[in-house]
């Protein structure tokens, strides 16, 4: 069959009753999530320094919303989308060291339209959880295509995942996410489908096809910058791919398409005189734009809502949408956007809304943190902003008004104090023993570190590693929950400089330990990134290899893994990646 007859029949059948079973069947759900692009970075929010023509043509097709925030970071947000939730709710407070992974019990999106009889997909960054059985096709996803942390270092050629498997995207990574989804959707042409499509743009590391980084360095923006706003407007050419490709096959005004961003822009551009960047709590590093597109749901487009809304209202209202129910699990806090959607806006109730930004050596402290209504915005308690004569927050009005503090500030506490409930204070165990994935690896940066020992690139981020193990009491340590006991083969995935040979390591788990002396030496050099712009913050690739340790008798339950070393004087010991600990047959 032609193109073009191909194209006329799918047409025909989408406007037929049957036909591939399009025209009666639920709608189907494509979620876009980018990272690190903030509320600037479109053409048409009149940023003149990029060109965003399929975005531009999304929103004009779409319900808009002007006052849509979500949180000040990554993971936090990807919870909220999740579970309808506060991401404190959910336990998912940072961006790394476990602070990411949200809590086993919540109801995710994936569940939601999984258990009602879509297929499920998410494709490209999930962020939380590293680990069985918080990884995505745990929760609710048929397929996954993509890394699970929150930070990928190379974005050409990459090793991603396929369903627990390695599987290599060629090409750059934005478009190599963008085939996998086109090519996914269409292997789901007689049932309704779920795709979260989840890129991992503008975020570091800095690299893009050079001819889209010519384009932008041709303006006259400094590497960094014309590599963000190159990366987006890649971004936007496969965004108008795929919705090329739905409209081709007939399933476009049958799609719910939702367009939002994770948090605010990671360095300083422009921000539609916004305040603050990603981060921040101030509407710069949480203000999104967002877009909802579905004519055959008869949403009309065009229009703009300028309703406070957030994240957490996401869910709620792809389930009113698409006619779906919630399984059991803990009460969500956001509500359905679809009265607003349809244009119902004088029904809407007045509400608060709120968010915290996470302290990673106390997440109990309710600051920094915020709560907003319609009008005002109260921010760590004591600045308060009118933000429908200053949007900007530049101008503090507590003193004027402490009849509005008061309120927002007892509704802040009382809210902060729910949050509570049942928090965890720290990263869950990680879990070994489950056949879905076996071995279970134990990352560097979900580690306690005692002593001399530091991550490389300081932070702790996503594919760092521990380095400057120097002396006998220092001890990296995991804390594990063994799900089905046995013995266990111990390797550590690790680095020796020559100099270094001949220092032991050993691991201890209870009264049980096994060791070995490292001796073999590998290269320490970096393996070379396409870096446009290096990052301090995301540690190298490096040549790592894996080491048996030996073997472990682990009793089911709660353990505490330690890692010691024995450097020769004078010397230090390996750098250290991740344990991995497989259960044997």
Not at 157 to 166: H, L, M, P, Q
Not at 231 to 237: A, L, P, S, T, V
Not at 246 to 259: E, M, P, S
């Amino acid at each position: 069959m032609s193109a073009l007859t191909r194209r006329s029949f799918l047409a025909g059948a989408a406007a037929a009753p049957g036909l591939l079973g399009q025209a009666r069947r639920p709608p189907n759900l494509l979620v876009i999530l980018t990272d690190d692009q903030g509320f600037g970075d479109f053409d048409y929010q009149g940023n003149k320094a990029l060109e965003t023509p399929n975005l531009a043509r999304l929103a004009r097709e779409s319900v808009s919303f002007s006052r849509f925030s979500v949180s000040p970071v990554c993971a936090p947000t990807r919870a909220a989308l999740m579970t309808g939730r506060y991401p404190l709710r959910t336990n998912c407070h940072g961006v790394t060291g476990g602070r990411e992974t949200m809590n086993k019990q919540e109801v995710t999106l994936g569940d939601v339209f999984q258990q009602a009889g879509y297929r499920t997909s998410l494709i490209g960054k999930w962020h939380l959880g590293e680990s069985w059985p918080y990884v995505p096709h745990a929760r609710g996803f048929d397929d996954f295509i993509g890394f699970r942390v929150g930070h990928w270092s190379r974005y050409f050629d990459t090793i991603a995942e396929r369903n627990g498997r390695e599987t290599r995207l060629p090409g750059y990574i934005t478009e190599a996410f963008t085939e996998e989804a086109v090519n996914w959707i269409g292997r789901t042409p007689r049932e309704p489908w779920c795709c979260y499509l989840a890129y991992n743009v503008p975020h570091t590391p800095y690299q893009v096809p050079i001819d889209d980084y010519r384009k932008q360095a041709a303006r006259g923006h400094d590497p960094e910058l014309a590599t963000i706003y190159a990366m987006i407007e890649n971004m936007d050419r496969q965004l108008g791919r795929l919705m090329a490709h739905l409209r081709w096959t007939g399933q476009l005004d049958n799609t719910i398409v939702a367009f939002f961003c994770d948090n605010g822009p990671n360095s300083d551009r422009y921000r539609c005189g916004l305040r603050g960047r990603k981060g921040s709590i101030y509407e710069g590093g949480t203000r999104s734009v967002l877009h909802i597109r579905w004519p055959g749901g008869q949403l009309q487009g065009g229009r703009q809502v300028d309703r406070a809304a957030a994240h957490i209202d996401l869910l709620p209202t792809f389930m009113e949408l698409a006619g779906v129910k919630r399984p059991e699990g803990p009460p969500m806090d956001g509500r359905s956007l679809a009265p607003l959607l349809r244009g119902e806006s004088s029904s809407w109730p007045e509400r608060r809304l709120f968010c915290h930004a996470d302290q990673q050596r106390e997440p109990r402290n309710p600051f920094p943190g915020a709560v907003w209504d319609q009008r005002w915005k109260l921010v760590n308690g004591a600045e308060l902003y009118d933000l429908a004569a200053d949007p900007g927050e530049s101008v503090n009005v507590a003193a004027r008004h402490p009849e509005v503090v008061k309120p927002l500030r007892a509704a802040y506490d009382e809210w902060f104090a729910s949050t509570l409930e049942g928090f965890r204070f720290g990263p869950p165990p990680i879990e070994l023993g489950h056949a879905e994935e076996n071995p279970a690896v134990l990352p560097a940066t979900q580690a306690t570190l005692n002593g001399n020992p530091h991550f490389r690139a300081k932070m702790g981020y996503a594919n760092d590693f521990i380095v400057n193990w120097k002396d006998a009491k220092d001890r990296i340590s995991w804390q594990a929950d063994v799900r089905a006991p046995g013995r266990y083969e111990v390797d550590l995935e690790s680095l020796c400089a020559v100099e270094n040979l001949n220092c032991r390591v050993e691991l201890t788990a209870g009264s049980q330990a096994v060791s070995s002396v490292m001796r073999q030496a590998g290269a320490m050099e970096e393996l070379p990134l396409p870096n446009i712009v290096d990052s301090a913050v995301h540690a190298p690739e490096m040549h790592w290899s894996k080491v048996r340790l030996g073997e472990i008798d682990l009793p089911a339950g709660p353990v505490k893994l330690d890692l010691s070393a024995q450097p020769l004087p004078g010397k230090a010991a390996v750098d250290v990646k991740s344990l991995r600990m497989r259960l044997r047959a």
